[in-house]
């Protein structure tokens, strides 16, 4: 991009990302600090996320800016309707950013205007900005991000009946596909699905998986994991991690795992480990911890010895198994579980349907070679194809397209 003075991109978001307490936060913050590194980036953030809310009344109650680095500022936007205005719409059944446009062009925050000052480029993460995006744009591109294809997520959530439900999120997403520049999509499969139900151009798509921060992510030592444990106060029985937030194909997962632990944790000796939002309102077991929301998972996957990833639904990349890679953690996972990932079964990862799972967890506690090699390959395979710093790189095409 050949320009007297840097773009300037306003990210428009749903949700807080500093400190990113999730999978999409995680997206949002790392992708965005990328970018800033030759690029301005200006994000509006609407709400904070529960795990804002978890650290306590100072944490999240109140608007603030965050500097995160010389080129990147987040305005973090606090106000009690958007709040109760999401608890209203989850009581509903309805997702609780679907009127968060609508809000926001009727409560026109400074930290709003603040953000759209002087951009070039509006981006916004998930279709519930899209809207107010569109509003404000005065002629200028915008970049939808297109996280999951949340129509396809709610089909399958709304499976006994949500169709009014699912019409009012179609439609939402439908304004972000149509009225964007580019499409960034985080799967081949996602591209497909956006086609089918929205018409998309591939001219406008670019597809930019989910990634991990490679550095930060690393296998530890057998004395490291030793100690982890004794912190965290798990013992001796080797620990099958799966973690996730309070989103439904992660519940599916779940439902599942409650199911195994009860038969192979007898059996095998093994302990389950439960972390993330997920767990909220799920009790442990004698063979199945539950952390629920934590502030920050990396003891947790440097205590563990296997990793599970046994999704039956959902779109996007699964950010999880890409930071379970990272760390060297041998992996099972569903083929939807490693959507739009370049993972080679049986090299990378064991892969398999629900129901082989408690066969290839079996095999996998029993042959430590296995572990070790899949270990290896899987943490070389992120590393090669899947660092914040490869991925958030690609951005820049993006606004070469849009500006051209």
């Not at 009344?57 to 080129?71: E, F, H, V």
């Not at 996602?190 to 406008?204: A, F, K, M």
């Not at 030793?226 to 599916?252: C, I, Y």
Request: aromatic share 8%.
């Amino acid at each position: 991009m050949s320009r007297t003075r840097p773009l300037t991109i306003a990210d428009l978001c749903p949700y807080w990302t500093a400190p990113p307490t999730g999978g999409g936060p995680i997206r949002v913050n790392r992708m965005n600090s990328v970018v800033a590194r030759r690029l301005n980036v200006q994000q509006f953030s609407a709400r904070p996320t529960f795990g804002h809310q978890s650290g306590g009344r100072a944490s999240w109650i109140g608007s603030r800016t965050r500097r995160l680095s010389d080129r990147y500022i987040e305005f973090q936007y606090f106000h009690p309707l958007l709040l109760g205005a999401g608890y209203a719409l989850y009581r509903a059944g309805q997702h609780t950013d679907l009127w968060l446009s609508s809000l926001l062009r009727r409560l026109s925050p400074h930290y709003l205007d603040r953000a759209l000052d002087g951009a070039d480029i509006i981006q916004v993460e998930h279709p519930w900005l899209a809207k107010l995006a569109h509003a404000r744009a005065n002629g200028r591109p915008i970049i939808y991000v297109a996280h999951n294809v949340e129509a396809v997520l709610w089909q399958r959530a709304g499976r006994n009946g949500l169709s009014r439900k699912l019409l009012d999120v179609h439609e939402c997403e439908q304004h972000a596909v149509h009225h964007a520049a580019a499409v960034v999509a985080m799967s081949e499969a996602d591209v497909q699905l956006l086609d089918e139900w929205y018409g998309l151009s591939r001219s406008r798509v670019h597809i930019i998986p989910n990634g991990v921060d490679t550095t930060a992510c690393q296998p530890v030592s057998a004395e490291q994991k030793k100690l982890l444990r004794a912190r965290l106060g798990l013992d001796t029985r080797p620990v099958l991690l799966f973690m996730g937030s309070d989103h439904f194909p992660n519940k599916e997962a779940l439902a599942l795992i409650r199911q195994w632990q009860a038969d192979l944790g007898p059996k095998l000796g093994v302990q389950f480990l439960v972390v993330g939002g997920v767990g909220q309102g799920v009790k442990s077991t004698g063979w199945m911890r539950v952390e629920g929301y934590v502030a920050d998972v990396k003891d947790y996957l440097g205590a563990a010895d296997i990793a599970l990833n046994p999704l039956l639904s959902g779109s996007g990349t699964s950010l999880k198994i890409v930071e379970y890679l990272a760390c060297g953690l041998p992996t099972i996972t569903t083929g939807v579980g490693m959507r739009g990932l370049e993972l080679v079964p049986d090299r990378d990862v064991l892969c398999g349907p629900p129901d082989q799972f408690p066969a290839l967890i079996e095999a996998l506690v029993n042959d430590e070679a296995l572990r070790l090699r899949l270990g290896e390959n899987g943490r070389q395979a992120v590393v090669e194809r899947y660092s914040w710093d490869t991925l958030g790189a690609r951005m820049f095409d993006v606004y070469e397209q849009v500006m051209s």
